[in-house]
């Protein structure tokens, strides 16, 4: 087995290859969306969002079957059992092909009913709209089936791959845009379909031959593993429950606030879910990167270091995450106004500061629900955090109808991550024998040390008067930075952390003055 520190190593260089893949997807898709648009239109384009969000709500089910491939192949490399990852690698392809069909056939009736009945969309763009649902369709069944490979370079933790696999579709979504400038004689809509499907293909055959050419494990067998089949369905089918519960909550609660204050609402809902979706992407890559490493450390029934990773990666996620939410929270107000300009929605920033608090909560529990999925005994957990999940819609309904104000809604989130955690917390008691003492001590006691320390020496400066609004926002945000770094560095890691980031920079040095000696 690896030594720890070789294991954070590898941690720490796979977070620093994801957040660099997430800073260029993110990036083009600014770029490409205003330019798509621009191309499009209005009305094609969101006749292309319209179709994009029909297919995956149809298909929201496939992530705990991605998940579930996941945790199997990281157990038994974790093992150390090369022959058990073929099998289930060559079984989730099985499944993965079995789920193309179902989809298919799903997008073939219920998806084409709903498009062509439910759905408003202008009688002269009724065939372009069908014809870039098929592409659409077919689109995400490539997409699917590449799920395997996928899960299998997670597993591997071959996370640079990623960072190339990024830069290929990124410079293919910039060639798309091109062409699209080319005014070519077919309809723009259908060729942005055509080449959507064409990228998707390429990139998924570029998976392929990579996976083929360096593990051995990913040659397909077509031969049905009955036990693992079941064990794998299983699995996904309680993940599924989980994944259906959070959809169902985050749409529930705004068909309740719907009902109790109308559409104006719903459109704060959808800025606020925007913003919560982009400052979870930094949290999410970090649990990529990890999350391999705490599968393995359970196979080999190593719970001393997988403790320890469950506390340094709470505590860290938590860190990181928080570095990014502060100064959105504290400026949220700028925010809006720059990137919305005076159209902002009520009680937007109220909105947006509580959801961000729950994703903090999230993420520190995330650890924690990845070290109960590595064990793989899920039934009662999905059961018990479902339903709390779930509580979210009835107990909104019922504080909204007492006369609560809309924001009421988004405390209640917070109050249930913060249910959901401690739930985690004795499940991971009962099933690994965790502490919860040594977690509040480990993990608990440093972040909030961090916070407070920090926000000490920010407050007497918080009601500075900056009238520039990019200039208040540099200013709060260095001013952060300079109380939080050394806040992070004092309290937020241990002092074998320290003594590690004292090594990492005497090394650098040296070798600065090697290269210029030379």
């Given at each position: 087995m690896t030594s720890t520190s070789e294991n954070n190593k590898r941690i720490a260089k796979n977070t620093i290859l994801l957040y660099f893949r997430m800073g260029i997807t993110m990036a083009v898709q600014l770029y490409t969306s205003r330019v798509v648009l621009d191309v499009l239109g209005i009305e094609d384009y969101g006749i292309w969002s319209l179709v994009a969000t029909l297919v995956v709500s149809i298909s929201f089910f496939t992530g705990p079957l991605l998940s579930s491939t996941q945790r199997f192949i990281s157990y038994e490399i974790g093992k150390g059992n090369e022959n058990r990852v073929q099998i289930i690698?060559?079984?989730?392809?099985?499944?993965?092909?079995?789920?193309?069909?179902?989809?298919?056939?799903?997008?073939?009736?219920?998806?084409?009913?709903?498009?062509?009945?439910?759905?408003?969309?202008?009688?002269?763009?009724?065939?372009?709209?069908?014809?870039?649902?098929?592409?659409?369709?077919?689109?995400?069944i490539v997409t699917l089936i590449r799920m395997s490979y996928d899960a299998l370079i997670i597993a591997y933790e071959k996370m640079l791959f990623y960072a190339y696999i990024c830069l290929i579709d990124v410079g293919l979504k910039l060639g798309i845009v091109y062409v699209l400038y080319l005014k070519p004689q077919i309809p723009t809509l259908i060729l942005y379909g055509i080449l959507m499907f064409l990228v998707s293909v390429?990139?998924?055959?570029?998976?392929?031959?990579?996976?083929?050419?360096?593990?051995?494990?990913?040659?397909?067998?077509?031969?049905?593993?009955?036990?693992?089949?079941?064990?794998?369905?299983?699995?996904?089918?309680?993940?599924?429950?989980?994944?259906?519960?959070?959809?169902?909550?985050?749409?529930?609660?705004s068909m309740v606030l719907n009902v109790f204050y109308g559409v104006t609402i719903n459109a704060t809902m959808g800025i606020t879910n925007q913003i919560g979706n982009a400052v979870n992407q930094f949290a999410t890559n970090f649990q990529v990167a990890f999350q391999p490493q705490i599968v393995k450390l359970y196979s080999q029934q190593d719970l001393k270091n997988l403790y320890l990773l469950i506390y340094r990666t709470s505590r860290m996620s938590f860190l990181l995450l928080f570095a990014i939410a502060y100064p959105i929270i504290s400026n949220i107000n700028e925010i809006l106004l720059i990137w919305l300009g005076k159209d902002v929605p009520i009680l937007t920033s109220e909105f947006c500061i509580w959801l961000i608090i729950s994703l903090l909560i999230d993420c520190i529990s995330a650890p924690l629900w990845i070290a109960i999925q590595a064990v793989g005994r899920i039934r009662n957990y999905q059961i018990i955090i479902s339903s709390i999940i779930l509580l979210n819609i009835l107990v909104s309904y019922i504080l909204l109808y007492k006369g609560l104000p809309p924001v009421t809604v988004m405390i209640l989130k917070c109050a249930v991550s913060i249910l959901c955690l401690t739930t985690r917390l004795q499940f991971c008691k009962k099933q690994i024998n965790f502490s919860f003492v040594e977690y509040l001590?480990?993990?608990?006691?440093?972040?909030?040390?961090?916070?407070?320390?920090?926000?000490?020496?920010?407050?007497?400066?918080?009601?500075?008067?900056?009238?520039?609004?990019?200039?208040?926002?540099?200013?709060?945000?260095?001013?952060?930075?300079?109380?939080?770094?050394?806040?992070?560095?004092?309290f937020g890691i241990k002092s074998s952390e320290r003594i590690a980031i004292k090594h990492f920079i005497r090394a650098k040095i040296h070798q600065k003055q090697t290269t210029n000696e030379n």
């Open positions: 690698f060559s079984q989730s392809m099985i499944l993965f092909l079995i789920f193309s069909v179902i989809l298919a056939i799903i997008f073939e009736t219920l998806g084409l009913w709903l498009l062509n009945t439910k759905l408003s969309i202008p009688p002269e763009k009724v065939r372009i709209t069908n014809i870039v649902y098929q592409l659409a369709v077919l689109t995400f390429i990139i998924t055959l570029i998976y392929k031959i990579y996976c083929n050419h360096f593990y051995r494990n990913s040659k397909i067998k077509f031969k049905i593993n009955r036990p693992i089949i079941k064990e794998m369905a299983s699995f996904s089918g309680w993940s599924l429950m989980g994944a259906f519960a959070v959809m169902t909550a985050n749409q529930g609660v001590k480990k993990v608990l006691s440093p972040i909030i040390l961090t916070v407070l320390s920090s926000l000490v020496i920010i407050f007497p400066f918080t009601n500075l008067t900056i009238s520039n609004t990019l200039a208040k926002l540099i200013f709060h945000l260095a001013l952060f930075l300079f109380a939080y770094i050394p806040a992070v560095y004092i």
